[in-house]
């Protein structure tokens, strides 16, 4: 059964909505969006952590056989690099007041798309998109903003497009759209049905949910604490480790995590542990259990991290036999210990020690 958790209309604060004007500028002012590295850069340039403000932004989870997200900002990757694109969606335009009218004008376009969707009676035959045939559909479309439509479009309808080439740059653009699923949005004028449409098209027969089971992003924390990842995040610029594989790691936990994937998890929280013993100046995860200087309640926690690695090791190397596997997602330890030795890992790097 499928369920929906967040909603896209939550008030964002003043800094997320800096954040999301540092996306929106490179599109109003050179007509692509930027990449990942430059809004990071950017943003941490006014002494904010792009992590953390981003984890505050809405979302809509929709579980079920396989989880998906739509919230206002999307990256063309799921594992996120420097030169992964980030663009808004149309559900960025009811928190930023200039994109607003961008959003406006992709259902305008959306809405000329499928007047003219081909009645072909044995076949249901792409649609050709191009700047010319949207001016002579409408002749008061301005060609500054046309330009931007394949950005736009690959923004927010990736799925539907059956041009590889992605976005074309210039006046002389075409992109070739898949009409299987345009027939969804017919009739759609505003921002607010447009998303009531998109979220049936991404997860049909999405069930009413009794108002107490819908939750907000910020009340479903992950596994590993988004905050202590945003400090982590922070104190890659000040130290000589390179964070990007511990980074990752805690992201792909905390998304298997949502989803409830046993191995997955069990498997990733191993990982994590035998990443960082370096940081704290060891060879091993049991070094740093026996030998770091915890303190007494600490270091209970940290040997039952310790305690843990078995149970990975069952995830990772337990071969097929003719009993049903007994580990279970509940059988996770307590996310606060993981914390604690992010915590430590945390001080550690802004100590510049060891």
Known sequence: MSYIEGDLYTPVEADERH?????????????????????????????????????LLPVIRLGGPSLREYGLVRFSEPQRTDRTTVSLTVA???????????????LRI??????RLPEAP??????????????????????????LVPELFH??????LND????????????TLNPAHLDEFTGVTTIEDYLVRLVNWLDEAVPELPEEAVAPRAHSPGYADDGIIARLDAAQTGTRWDLTKLLTLLRELNANHRMENTYATHTLLRAILDHVPPIFGKGSFKSVAEQYAWGVTDKKYIKRLEEFRAQGDDALHRMIRERQDILAFDDLPPRMLLNRLLDEVVAILTAGRP
């Open 19 to 55: 954040l999301l004007r540092v996306i929106f500028e490179p599109l109003r002012e050179h007509g692509k969006w930027p990449t990942w590295r430059y809004v990071d850069r950017t943003f941490r340039a006014t002494g904010r952590t792009t992590e953390a403000h981003l984890s």
């Open 92 to 106: 960025a335009g009811l928190h930023l007041p200039e994109f607003r009218p961008y959003s406006e004008f992709f």
């Open 122 to 147: 044995f076949e249901v035959p792409p649609v050709t998109l191009s700047a010319a045939e949207l001016k002579k559909l409408d002749g008061s479309l301005d060609d500054a903003i046309l330009r």
């Open 164 to 175: 590889p080439a992605g976005p074309r740059d210039g006046d002389e653009w075409s992109m």
């Open 155 to 160: 923004a927010e309808l990736a799925p539907l």
């Open 110 to 115: 959306l809405r000329l798309v499928i007047a």
